[in-house]
């Protein structure tokens, strides 16, 4: 009797010991995995949406620890400084998902389609601003699409008024992206591109895509003649958003009413106004349906023309 009862002590020991260092392991576990996601750049929403298969278990299995020791942490026969630990432990994950999800609703708000307008309309001057100036800048005929971090160039693709284009990602480059030699396949001088880059910054956006016609006033589109009106437009990036980016597109000259019904019926685009158009898109990926567009249509009260 005395050896079984020893046993079981014993026993119940080790299953103690491998509670609470489960106990510690999962919620050290999640306190990563939150940690990790308050620090992420990216999208908070499709990161817990791609690690899901991962965390919706941990968190289960945390949420039940929490519980546990705090049911333990209110018996006076049971309460001690490692249930007190974990509880408190368990509080400041809490705390750090709050955190999480406070950001990412902000991040939100930000992309939401009525704050990317307010943002425009109170941005117009800088953003037409932006465009003028880098138009005037790059050599008639040319192209460019360029996007900054910060103070350093992201991306920098080019074409030439005879077709030679070049695609540079500072991420493939060694040594370091050179912006000034590619700059100035297209009339780009240093100062210029810093011009831009502040222009950008005024502007509360991040990237500019821009075809400089010159003073043409039509172009050859698959092998058809097109007035310059309909194509004379500058993409420029408001901001990031998971692997894509919201853009604001302005158009030189009204847009006429085949234009605005082209955008409207476009998935990609929503026009707002004669001259500017949202665009959802992704600078890797191509084309991606804006999110919530028939919403946000008849939100705005937008018809076809």
């Known amino acids: ?60 299995i945390g949420l039940i620890v929490f519980v546990c020791n705090v049911v333990l942490l209110c018996n006076p026969e049971t309460r001690d400084a490692f249930h007190l630990a974990i509880v408190i432990w368990g509080v400041v994950n809490i705390l750090i998902l709050f955190c999480v999800l406070s950001r990412n609703n902000f991040r939100m708000e930000q992309v939401d ?23 005037a800048a ?3 005929g040319t192209w460019m699409r360029l996007e900054f971090d ?41 100062d210029e591109i810093e011009g831009i880059r ?8 991040i990237s500019i895509d821009l075809k400089n016609y010159g003073t043409a006033d039509s172009i050859n589109h698959y092998g058809k003649m097109h007035k310059i009106d309909e194509y004379d437009y500058v993409t420029i990036g408001r901001k990031r958003h998971m692997m894509s980016m919201y853009f604001y597109v302005i158009f030189r000259h009204p847009m006429s009413d085949s234009t605005w019904n082209s955008l409207l019926n476009n998935e990609t685009c929503i ?13 890797a990926f191509g084309s991606i349906g804006y999110p919530l567009k028939k919403e946000i249509v008849e939100r705005l009260g937008l018809k076809e023309r």
């Open 113 to 135: 389609a009525e704050h990317l307008i307010a943002h425009y309309e109170q941005h117009e001057a800088e953003i037409w601003d932006l465009a003028e100036y880098t138009r």
């Open 150 to 190: 910060g103070r350093k160039v992201e991306m920098f693709h080019t074409e030439t008024a005879d077709g030679e284009m070049i695609n540079r990602w500072h991420s493939s480059e060694e040594p370091p992206l050179d912006a000034d030699s590619i700059g100035s396949r297209i009339g780009l001088t240093h």
């Open 1 to 60: 009797m005395t050896e079984t009862s020893s046993e079981n002590t014993v026993r119940q020991r080790k299953w103690n010991v491998f509670g609470r260092v489960l106990a510690g392991v999962v919620l050290g576990l999640i306190t990563i995995f939150f940690a990790a996601m308050l620090v992420t750049d990216g999208d908070t929403t499709f990161l817990f949406a791609l690690t899901a298969i991962i965390w919706l278990p941990l968190v289960l």
């Open 198 to 205: 502040q222009r950008l910054e005024s502007a509360g956006c």
């Open 138 to 140: 790059m050599d008639s």
């Open 271 to 283: 026009p707002v106004c004669d001259t500017m158009a949202l665009e959802y898109g992704s600078p």
